[in-house]
């Protein structure tokens, strides 16, 4: 009775940090980048193939010059899109105005963000750097702060209210002018105040204060031990661990991989040593949460005819990553006689990219994100050459060799109870003693 | 007028999975259901429905769900083995139990 009871307040907690507005519309907002982030993951692959003949030919035909655009405006401007799209999100949770508070928020973010004269005199020059990777976490601020702020100011009705007989459209353009003006105002005074501390701004504050603090404490070794091991234990009492660890570490992993793949783009050295949650997919649950490739090809030997099915169903998702119908069919969660390798396969998979990364063998991943459902083996080999994919096939048989036994037992009952059943020859209704 | 169920997921990888089945099984037997899938948050853009099934990975949410939702619509959480088996047939029926066909 207690362990139940314990379960259910674990259930509770992780649907409460599931449904949680502000952790949700960071995720739903950044899965909206996902158009114009993978624009710029797919030209910088472009651009730096790293084959001698094909760099010259870019070199040669002036493509190289061409194909480094797309990249230095989505990827590099990063924190400009994702503060739009996080703050449409969080209004949409309030059913308020989406695009308004979006516009509010961009507005609120560049009014914090430094500019000055160009050298030719006559254009202004937004500190780009601050749009990029550097800007992230202050556009995740602003984006709920001031989404939050526009929504309370239209629920307290301060915005101008129109007579009957005027168009919508009017009261809805007369509606934003309240709300902007407050919040104006506020960005304005940050500002000023930030103008005069040795900061100069609040960018350079939040980055040096919150943002490098939190990406190298989130991207430390025991930071993705501690999530790898959370991630499965919640599995384990059929709660979506991946989901929720993601909700909560979005912001650092997203930081990280961003990081990563501004630095590959430039042809710098890589800062991190586990780029989020591109360095998880990659390695930590590969072919979905649990690592469950190994169990899912288990199946494909199966006696019984129960898993022999199950195995069909779901061999070729698994490879997608997509593992749904092996943890709940077979099922994985709450069942305590896979728990072991559910714990144990994902934290063996993270040890040692962890450490064969540390040491070299294995390089640092570059951070493209390659769209869930890419297939295992090219995304690895996307991220960082043919090292990486052949480590993900030793995963694969790691994963193999550690559910099999597991799986030989549990598939043997089953067998089992398949003959029984039939011999029984009143198969539907025979209830055998486990 | 057709009878629509609604299934609501996280991810919706798998319940698109799950939604074909289901799609085939009532093509098969002749029923004009419409069956489509959608996140937690867009539940309410995608109503009216006539019966809301939440994935397993969903079943937190139920009681949420069904505040949203109000009592005329029946809200169920589907059974784990059904949707991991992808058992278009079962999870069908189910639907159907509780729409009332």
């Known amino acids: ?434 | 007028m057709a009878k629509k169920i609604l299934l609501v997921c996280a991810g919706g990888f798998s319940t698109s999975m799950l939604v074909e089945k289901m799609k085939e099984e009532a093509a098969s037997k002749g029923l004009e259901i419409i069956i489509d899938a959608c996140a937690e948050n867009a539940i309410e853009s995608n109503l009216p429905a006539d019966v809301i099934m939440l994935g397993p990975q969903m079943g937190h949410a139920e009681d949420g769900v069904k505040v949203k939702v109000g009592p005329q619509v029946p809200v169920t959480t589907i059974d784990m083995m059904d949707y991991g088996m992808m058992d278009g047939e079962k999870v069908l029926d189910a639907a159907k139990k509780l729409m009332g066909i």
Do not use: C
Not at chain 1, 63 to 72: A, D, R
């Open chain 1, 1 to 434: 009775m207690d362990k139940q009871n314990f379960r259910m307040k674990i259930q509770k907690f992780s649907g409460k940090i599931q449904s949680n507005k502000f952790l949700g519309s960071i995720s739903n907002g950044l899965m909206l980048t996902m158009s114009v982030l993978i624009i710029g993951s797919i030209f910088t692959l472009l651009d730096s193939i790293n084959i001698t003949a094909y760099q010259e030919f870019l070199q040669s035909t002036g493509l190289k010059s061409i194909l480094s655009i797309p990249p230095s405006v989505t990827v590099s401007l990063i924190s400009l899109y994702a503060v739009a799209t996080i703050s449409y999100s969080l209004a949409g949770k309030y059913n308020k105005d989406g695009l308004t508070a979006a516009l509010i928020s961009m507005m609120s973010f560049l009014l914090l963000t430094p500019m000055g004269l160009m050298e030719d005199g006559m254009s202004t020059g937004i500190g780009t750097r601050w749009l990029g990777a550097p800007g992230f976490f202050v556009a995740v601020i602003i984006a709920l702060l001031v989404s939050r702020l526009y929504v309370l100011i239209v629920d307290k009705e301060i915005y101008i209210k129109m007579p009957k007989g005027v168009p919508p459209t009017v009261e809805k353009s007369f509606a934003s002018i309240v709300p902007g003006i407050i919040i104006a105002t506020i960005m304005l005074a940050l500002r000023g105040i930030f103008q005069t501390t040795d900061y100069g701004n609040v960018h350079s504050f939040i980055y040096s204060i919150l943002q490098v603090p939190l990406t190298n404490l989130g991207g430390s070794w025991w930071a993705f031990l501690a999530t790898t091991l959370i991630g499965s234990l919640l599995w384990g009492i059929g709660i979506h661990g991946t989901m929720i660890v993601y909700s909560v570490m979005a912001p650092i992993w997203t930081t990280l991989r961003l990081e990563n793949l501004s630095a590959y783009q430039a042809g710098l050295e890589l800062p991190h040593l586990a780029p989020g949650g591109v360095f998880q997919a990659t390695y930590i649950t590969i072919g979905g949460s649990g690592a469950t490739i190994g169990l899912a090809i288990a199946m494909l030997y199966a006696t019984s005819k129960r898993y022999k099915t199950l195995g069909k169903l779901a061999i070729l998702p698994s490879f997608l990553g997509i593992n749904e119908p092996i943890m709940f069919g077979f099922p994985v969660v709450l069942n305590p006689r896979l728990l072991i390798p559910l714990i144990a396969v994902p934290f063996i998979n993270v040890s040692l990219a962890l450490g064969l990364t540390a040491v070299g063998i294995l390089p640092r991943l570059a951070g493209i994100g390659s769209p869930l459902g890419t297939p295992m083996f090219i995304n690895g080999f996307i991220e960082g050459g043919w090292r990486v994919a052949v480590f993900q096939v030793i995963l694969v048989l790691i994963s193999f060799a550690i559910y099999y036994p597991f799986f030989k037992k549990i598939d043997v009952e089953a067998y089992n109870e398949e003959i029984n059943a039939e011999n029984a020859k009143e198969s539907e209704n025979v209830i055998l003693e486990n």
